[in-house]
């Protein structure tokens, strides 16, 4: 693992996975942070999962969620075709298992007739905030 330092400061740029240097507000490192942003939320919600038992089972739901973004911003931080072939990547079945959980979840709930108030259950308010960054 590298040294999440480099000693060379901060000239504006960052260094992709394969070596690559770009400049920091290039699209493509606005991209991979915002996957890491939520990421990094995602594990607050698991958190708030882990410590209520009726949803403890939706963890191992959210891990998988987890490792599927760190690959992804593996791949959007990859500009060199050859070493993003040997990255792991997102297929259909990823969002397929994503659309399948979504309607799971969403079975049990009444109609939304309109829009709602982030708030309720801890874990529901930190789900919204997730929501919103990754619209």
């Known amino acids: 693992m590298v040294k999440i330092y480099t000693k060379t400061g901060d000239k504006g740029t960052t260094r992709l996975v ?3 240097c770009v400049e920091k507000f290039s699209p493509r490192v606005e991209a991979y942070g915002t996957v890491d942003e939520i990421n990094s939320y995602l594990g607050v919600v ?3 999962l ?7 089972s939706l963890d191992v739901v959210f891990e998988k969620i987890q490792n599927h973004l760190f690959n992804l911003g593996s791949l959007l931080a990859c500009a060199d ?6 990255l792991p990547p997102i297929e259909a079945a ?3 298992m994503l659309e ?11 109609e939304l007739k309109h829009f709602i108030l982030p708030a309720g259950h801890e874990v529901a308010a930190h789900l919204h905030v997730a929501r919103t960054l990754c619209r």
């Not at 410590?51 to 403890?56: D, F, N, P, Q, V």
């Not at 399948?100 to 009444?110: E, F, K, R, S, W």
């Open 46 to 48: 698991r958190v708030g």
């Open 100 to 110: 399948n959980q979504i309607d799971a979840l969403t079975a049990d709930l009444p």
């Open 50 to 56: 882990q410590k209520t038992s009726e949803l403890r």
């Open 18 to 20: 394969d070596g690559s």
């Open 94 to 96: 990823h969002v397929a």
């Open 81 to 86: 075709a050859e070493i993003f072939k040997k």
